[in-house]
């Protein structure tokens, strides 16, 4: 096989620079908007209750819902970005997704309320793998990690900003509309209005990009060249997502992340409703009290990551969040509100850095002919803890009037994940999908070699 000829450093260098200063800041805004867009119904429960007579149940349901839509397309929509390619794709997803959170003021019962919390998961579908591929299409591997860990960043200040926003809109009447109405109406506006922002700034390949000069076009597009041509040469097969998950390692992966974000999403969507019992407080002190868990999570999420990538053994770290998240998850059931709110604020902490602590693991393992495709796998069964939670608590509270028996379950489940967290490989071993059959030298497996360092220092994920 032909590999083209090594791109000039200094014109790479720059074109790399210059990529993630065009992109990056456009990606965080996108993945702020979309998060909240994910979980602003977690500050109108008691607001549709009230209106709509939508249950503890229902409510849980309706949450979980957007998740399964979310499973069943990802996929096909991660396809079809690369037939149409990441400029359309990725716009066509933020505009039908801000209709459908716009769409979510006009709920009437339950059965709207599900259908559209489907949809809205349907819509967003596509959007985190398609901003991996988009990725791969326009930085060389070594840049890719640190890329990646700028984007995850915006779901972490997101859970920071999404409290006080709602908080305010909801506070908004007028046009017989109630405060949850505009929440819905302006926060999908919001996505609308960027997806024409994302229509005009982004470009689908770096040859159309005419903020790079041609040295620099020419440099980034023969360095993800030579990669692709280094992941060809090591290419046997493509395994089907069914052979990926009979690889016992995939599937302890897929668990270990279902486990972190069933406790994300539990507290996510039901942590409003909590600190409501706090006291009497308005919708605005709701979602300042709601951003405490989030900052102090973000704080400890970078102080592991540093103390990790100082002392080793990286299923160790993983096992120590997952212990604390399940301490302060069943500490949360001892005491008054009060208490479970700081319980709440102490497992955050854990589950949280789980969440990015846990991503070098499973890339550690893959080899680059698959990682993208497996790391979206595990995204998205791992994301349907979305699902279970907000249904399971709902259910819950439904039926026993409290969600006591769902905090004791995810306290069991992050100590389950912390037991099997020591059985994940951060290596492949010869023979499973993990690793790759045909050997490379030279050129080709320098760069290899670089990929894969890339791949197991970042990035430091959270549920998306």
């Known amino acids: 096989m032909t590999f083209p000829i090594s791109p000039d450093p200094a014109a790479l260098a720059s074109a790399a620079a210059k990529v993630k200063r065009h992109v990056l800041p456009l990606f965080v805004i996108m993945f702020i908007v979309n998060y909240i867009d994910r ?16 249950g503890a149940a229902a409510y849980g349901l309706g949450a979980g819902l957007f998740f399964i839509g979310y499973a069943i397309f ?19 997803i ?3 997704w801000g209709a459908a959170a716009m769409a979510m003021a006009f709920v009437r019962g339950e059965t709207s309320f599900y259908v559209l919390r489907f949809i809205l998961g349907a819509a967003e579908a596509g959007f985190f793998p398609g901003i991996i591929y988009y990725f791969t299409q326009w930085l060389p591997a070594a840049e890719r990690g640190k890329a990646m860990a700028i984007f995850l960043s915006g779901s972490a200040i997101a859970s920071v900003i999404s409290g006080p926003v709602s908080g305010a809109l909801l506070h908004i009447n007028g046009l017989s509309l109630h405060g949850w109405q505009w929440m819905f109406l302006i926060e999908g506006f919001a996505s609308i209005v960027l997806c024409g922002f994302v229509w005009f ?15 620099e076009q020419d440099a980034l597009v023969t360095a993800i060249e030579l990669e692709q041509k280094a992941r060809e040469a090591n290419q046997v097969s493509r395994p089907s997502a069914f052979k990926l998950l009979a690889d016992k390692q995939i599937a302890l992966f897929c668990f270990i992340y279902f486990a972190i974000a069933l406790t994300i999403y539990g507290a996510t969507f039901w942590l409003p409703s909590m600190i409501k019992k706090m006291g009497s407080l308005s919708d605005f002190e709701v979602g300042l009290f709601n951003s405490i868990p989030w900052l102090i999570s973000i704080v400890a999420m970078y102080v592991f990551a540093a103390m990790a990538s100082k002392w080793k053994h990286q299923q160790a770290w993983v096992a120590l969040m997952l212990v604390i998240a399940s301490f302060g998850m069943f500490m949360s059931t001892t005491g008054g509100a009060a208490f479970a709110f700081i319980a709440i604020c102490f497992a955050a902490i854990g589950f949280k850095a789980a969440s990015a602590l846990f991503w070098p693991i499973p890339q550690g393992y893959l080899d680059a002919r698959i990682a993208a495709a497996v790391i979206a796998l595990i995204n998205s069964i791992g994301n349907l803890g979305g699902f279970v939670a907000p249904t399971a608590f709902g259910f819950l509270e439904q039926t026993t009037g409290s969600i006591e028996g769902g905090l004791y379950g995810l306290a069991a489940t992050s100590l389950l994940a912390a037991a099997a967290v020591f059985f994940a490989r951060t290596a492949p071993r010869s023979g499973s999908p993990g690793q790759s059959k045909v050997e490379t030298s030279g050129p080709v497996a320098a760069q290899t070699q670089t990929h894969h360092h890339a791949m197991r220092t970042g990035p430091q994920g959270a549920a998306s």
């Open 39 to 54: 979980v602003n119904i977690g500050f109108v429960r008691s607001q549709m209750e009230t209106d709509l007579g939508i």
């Open 201 to 215: 700034w982004l470009q689908s390949h770096p040859r159309q990009a005419r903020w790079l000069s041609k040295n």
């Open 74 to 92: 990802e996929v096909p929509s991660n396809m079809l970005l690369q037939r149409y390619g990441a400029r359309a794709w990725l716009t066509r």
């Open 94 to 96: 933020m505009f039908t």
